[in-house]
């Protein structure tokens, strides 16, 4: 059985900041909207592809520290930034993918995520904007 090791050494930035050290989870996914285009006797139901809306969902360590992540985040709330992913800090390749969302939203930014004896983590969505997948250098 064919197994993969992904995300094991991951780089993650935000408009060029690297956040992969405060990074404990990554989840690209690609969405294009379906659009349904059933017509009058049709007997199933089709679609067909409408407008993308992909997004990257990062789960980090709510630093406060100087060049960390909330410093890093707290003016992009409401505005368009660049976020790139990919599975290992190796260069990039057809096995090791750079991943991208140029103009991708961030409505929202979680300020506190507190429990007892835990590190505080917050998860932040990045929607929309242009995918594209580079696999050579």
Not at 11 to 38: H, M, W
Not at 54 to 75: G, P
Not at 85 to 92: E, F, G, N, R
Request: glycine content about 6%; aromatic content about 6%; charged content about 10%.
């Amino acid at each position: 059985m064919a197994t993969s090791t992904l995300l094991s050494n991951p780089t993650v930035t935000v408009n060029s900041v690297d956040l992969t050290d405060q990074c404990t989870a990554a989840v690209f996914t690609r969405v294009i909207e379906q659009l349904e285009s059933t017509a009058f006797g049709q007997t199933n139901r089709s679609y067909v592809g409408g407008l993308e809306n992909s997004t990257l969902t990062l789960t980090l360590y709510n630093s406060f520290a100087a060049s960390e992540t909330y410093a890093t985040l707290k003016a992009l709330v409401g505005t368009q930034v660049n976020v790139t992913a990919k599975p290992s800090s190796a260069a990039v390749a057809v096995t090791n993918p750079l991943s991208t969302l140029t103009g991708a939203y961030l409505s929202t930014l979680p300020i506190i995520n507190s429990q007892l004896g835990s590190l505080e983590t917050i998860d932040i969505v990045f929607t929309g904007g242009s995918y594209t997948v580079t696999t050579t250098p």
